[in-house]
């Protein structure tokens, strides 16, 4: 295996270990159980991986959130992903998750309190700085769909290559 090929799958496997996904699992039979602190407890083949969990988020208030002057909401993504794919988007939002340098790129995941389950958590990527878990943040970057990273690992809609702004706190 050449060093390129051993990067990638160590990327990869650091990126299954720490960010939640959207990867399917296979029919495969099951692997040993995980234990309760892993991000892969309670799995079951055939569920996606986890986004932020209820605990994660539930600590961050989401509500009064305007959307960003001629931006989206995170529904409004979801709901226009084939239209806006390639296209570049702005959206406000507070970090909810954070994991810093998985395959060369900080993971935001970003909530607005628009959309239903599965249409609510926007994941993000980029070069910046990693903002804090509660931060409002201003994200304009590039929307990507049905984004593939191998093993299965699939976003139904991402932000790439994004510039994050903090705002300041309300006073």
């Not at 539930?58 to 959307?67: F, S, Y």
């Not at 570049?88 to 909530?111: E, F, Y």
């Not at 990507?144 to 290559?161: I, R, S």
Request: overall charge negative.
């Amino acid at each position: 295996m050449n060093k390129a090929t051993l990067g990638t799958v160590l990327a990869l496997t650091a990126l299954v270990s720490v960010t939640g996904c959207a990867k399917k699992e296979s029919a495969a039979p099951a692997a040993p159980a995980a234990s309760p602190a892993s991000p892969m407890a309670g799995m079951q083949p055939g569920q996606p991986h986890p986004a932020p969990t209820a605990g994660e988020a539930a600590n961050v208030d989401l509500t009064g959130i305007a959307k960003a002057d001629g931006g989206k909401t995170v529904a409004e993504i979801y709901g226009e992903k084939a239209t806006l794919a390639g296209q570049p988007v702005t959206v406000r939002g507070k970090v909810v998750k954070t994991n810093a340098n998985i395959m060369g790129k900080n993971w935001l995941h970003v909530r607005d309190g628009s959309g239903a389950d599965g249409t609510n958590d926007l994941t993000v990527t980029t070069a910046g700085s990693v903002p804090n878990v509660g931060d409002l943040v201003v994200v304009t970057g590039t929307v990507a769909v049905d984004k593939d990273f191998g093993m299965g690992y699939q976003y139904p809609v991402l932000v790439e290559e994004a510039t994050v702004v903090v705002e300041p706190a309300a006073q």
